[in-house]
């Protein structure tokens, strides 16, 4: 190599290593344990690191935390077209569908059962759609899992970071295809009972979104996980009060608790209480009054609860999808906590295993 190969190799080497050893400090300054020793660099820009020690640094706040992986998670959502946009663009076909089925039902008699096949499928089958997010939110678990082994945040910021970035996309999800729906079908035209409706449907998706959450928790294989929370929602979905009214439904299991557990309960109670109440419809069942009321129907035909609101069946709802967070958010302390016991238990060699290799040792001493 000629001298002035020489001279160049060596600017470019310098050139290269200032950036990285500087950017190695930079990088080490924002970990939280950190230790490092850079020991005998100069050149000829006049850097000279020597011993240099960087001590322990704190943290980000929690709500510091919070608020970068609610931007962070804000953009991936809308970046992402599966995760949220292409369910829009189903959602608002489907409740086209259901307003032009169901146009214009009016307030004769034979409204009241398509008033209650609709709205059931409204919290049914569209709530039962919000588990197209699965795969997406599966990548985020494994994003997730890779940071927290380095320390970046905890599972409470993950949690809260999660559900704020969601919450945007839900209401528009509920808003626009949940507006299709209501007024072609023809439900009560008052602003009041479009903004709970609007609720209620926002309530559901949060929740199963909750829900499929604490399964990503322990499936988190994106193919098993769909297969577990659709199982888990047809179930809520067959003993929610439809299908099969809440009288008739086996007491040992079916009933109590299954019955009280299921979200579908208290969805179906919010929308028909929503519906019903303050309606009056002519009697067409011979025998009977020339009419009878919504509150007659929801007590009678369907056979809901009324000794409480409307109000009460969406403040459950909301609570539910509280606690499925909380459980997301235990099932992954747990997880954090039992991960590193079961590795030691599983490096740990067999004492018969032990035993043997002694014995083996010993032998090949007396033959020698």
């Not at 579908?264 to 002519?282: D, R």
């Amino acid at each position: 190599m000629s001298p002035m190969q020489q001279i160049r190799m060596g600017k470019l080497q310098e050139e290269v290593m200032v950036p990285t050893i500087s950017a190695m400090l930079v990088l080490f300054q924002s970990q939280p344990f950190v230790s490092l020793d850079v020991a005998g660099f100069d050149d000829h820009h006049g850097l000279r690191v020597e011993n240099r020690v960087l001590e322990k640094r704190n943290q980000a706040s929690f709500v510091t935390q919070s608020i970068v992986l609610t931007r962070r998670s804000f953009v991936n959502m809308y970046r992402d077209l599966g995760y949220y946009w292409l369910r829009l663009a189903i959602y608002i076909a489907l409740c086209i569908c259901v307003g032009t089925i169901f146009y214009n039902i009016g307030h004769d008699f034979g409204s009241i059962q398509a008033r209650g096949s609709m709205l059931m499928f409204v919290a049914a089958f569209l709530t039962f759609m919000a588990i197209g997010g699965f795969p997406s939110f599966v990548e985020d678990m494994k994003i997730f899992g890779r940071e927290r082994l380095n320390g970046h945040y905890g599972v409470a910021a993950f949690v809260v970071g999660n559900s704020l970035s969601s919450i945007p996309y839900l209401l528009l999800i509920s808003l626009v295809p949940g507006a299709l729906a209501y007024f072609l079908v023809g439900l009560q035209k008052d602003v009041e009972h479009f903004i709970y409706f609007t609720l209620v449907l926002f309530a559901c998706m949060l929740l199963v979104e909750s829900l499929m959450m604490l399964v990503a928790s322990l499936v988190p294989d994106f193919l098993m996980g769909i297969i577990t929370g659709a199982g888990i929602q047809g179930v809520m979905m067959l003993n929610g009060g439809f299908f099969r009214l809440p009288n008739d439904l086996p007491k040992p299991f079916w009933r109590y608790p299954m019955y009280y557990i299921a979200f579908h309960k208290y969805a179906n109670e919010g929308f028909y209480k929503n519906e019903f109440e303050g309606l009056i419809f002519p009697n067409n069942q011979a025998g009977g009054p020339p009419t009878i009321s919504g509150h007659m129907i929801l007590k009678e035909l369907w056979q809901m609860q009324m000794g409480y609101s409307k109000w009460v069946d969406l403040a459950i709802l909301f609570g539910m999808v509280i606690l499925y967070r909380l459980m997301f958010f235990g099932v992954m302390k747990s997880i954090e906590k039992l991960k590193p016991v079961i590795r030691a238990l599983l490096a740990k060699p067999p004492q018969h295993s032990a035993q043997i290799m002694e014995t083996s040792t010993s032998t090949t001493s007396l033959h020698k």
